[in-house]
C-alpha cells in the first residue's frame, strides 16, 4: 500500500509569512494530490488539489507544487493569517482512494 | 458540492453494544467511503460503500466488526458492531465529486465506556 509521510509535524509562523508543508509518497501510480484542512472539531476540507499532469496550481494565497519524479507534493500558503490555524494533510490517491497523511499542525503566531 | 450529512453525530454507547452511522447525501454520488479518526490522529480509510454490492474493507478492517451497507446512490451505514473501548473514534463518511475529489460529512464522535 501507500506509504506517506508529511512533514513536518508541527510548525508555527509569525503571521504574514509562508508556511510550506511536504508530502512524500511511495505509489508511482498515485496520479491526484490534494491537501485538507481540519480544524478543532471540524470535518476535513478540501483546499487545493493537483492532478499528474500538471506541476503547480494556485487559489489566492494558497498553492501546490508536485514533483512526480521525486515523488512528493508541497502545500505553500502566503502571507499566513489567525485562521490558517489548523491541521493539515496530504492524501495522496489514485482509483479514488486517498491515502492520508500523518498532519501537520500550522499554527500562525499573531 | 454535494451537503453531506450524518446520523447521530455523537453517541456514547456500553462495550459489546452495536451502533449504526447513517450518511446522507442530498445529490447522487458515484462513491461513498467510510474513514476512521482516533483522537488526534489522522484519517484511516475503513471501506468503499458499493451501491448495491458487498464493500470492500481495507486491510485491518473486517465485514463482521463493520457491516456496511449501501443501498442507494445517496445513503449509506456503518455499524461498529460489539463495541470496545478502542473503537472511542470520530467516524466519517465521503463522497466524490464529479472529478472524484472528495468531500466529507460532519462525522460522528463515538465514545464506548
Known amino acids: 500500500g501507500e506509504n506517506v509521510e508529511q512533514h513536518p509535524s508541527t510548525l508555527s509562523v509569525q503571521e504574514g509569512d509562508s508556511a510550506v508543508i511536504k508530502c512524500t509518497y511511495s505509489?508511482?501510480?498515485?496520479?491526484?494530490f490534494p491537501w485538507y484542512k481540519q480544524e478543532l472539531g471540524k470535518r476535513p476540507q478540501l483546499i487545493i488539489d493537483?492532478?499528474?499532469?500538471?506541476g503547480e496550481k494556485k487559489d489566492q494565497r494558497i498553492a501546490v507544487t508536485l514533483n512526480k519524479t521525486a515523488k512528493h507534493f508541497s502545500l505553500h500558503i502566503t502571507e499566513t493569517q489567525p485562521e490558517d490555524s489548523a491541521v493539515y494533510f496530504c492524501?495522496?490517491?489514485?482509483?479514488?482512494?486517498?491515502?492520508f497523511g500523518t498532519g501537520t499542525r500550522l499554527t500562525i503566531i499573531p | 458540492s454535494a451537503v453531506i450529512s450524518q446520523k447521530p453525530s455523537r453517541d456514547i454507547c456500553q462495550r459489546g453494544t452495536s451502533l449504526t452511522i447513517q450518511c446522507q447525501v442530498d445529490?447522487?454520488?458515484?462513491?461513498m467511503f467510510w474513514y476512521r479518526q482516533q483522537p488526534g490522529q489522522s484519517l484511516t480509510l475503513i471501506a468503499t460503500?458499493?451501491?448495491?454490492?458487498?464493500?470492500?474493507?481495507e486491510s485491518g478492517f473486517v465485514i463482521d466488526k463493520f457491516p456496511i451497507s449501501r443501498p442507494n446512490l445517496t445513503f449509506s451505514t456503518l455499524t461498529v458492531s460489539n463495541m470496545s473501548p478502542e473503537d472511542s473514534s470520530i467516524y466519517l463518511c465521503?463522497?466524490?465529486?464529479?472529478?472524484?475529489?472528495?468531500?466529507f460529512g460532519p462525522g460522528t464522535r463515538l465514545t464506548v465506556t
Open positions: 493537483i492532478r499528474s499532469n500538471v
Open positions: 465521503s463522497v466524490t465529486g464529479p472529478t472524484y475529489e472528495q468531500y
Open positions: 505509489d508511482s501510480a498515485s496520479n491526484y
Open positions: 492524501a495522496p490517491g489514485g482509483n479514488e482512494k486517498l491515502t
Open positions: 460503500a458499493n451501491q448495491g454490492s458487498e464493500a470492500t474493507y
Open positions: 445529490s447522487q454520488v458515484t462513491m
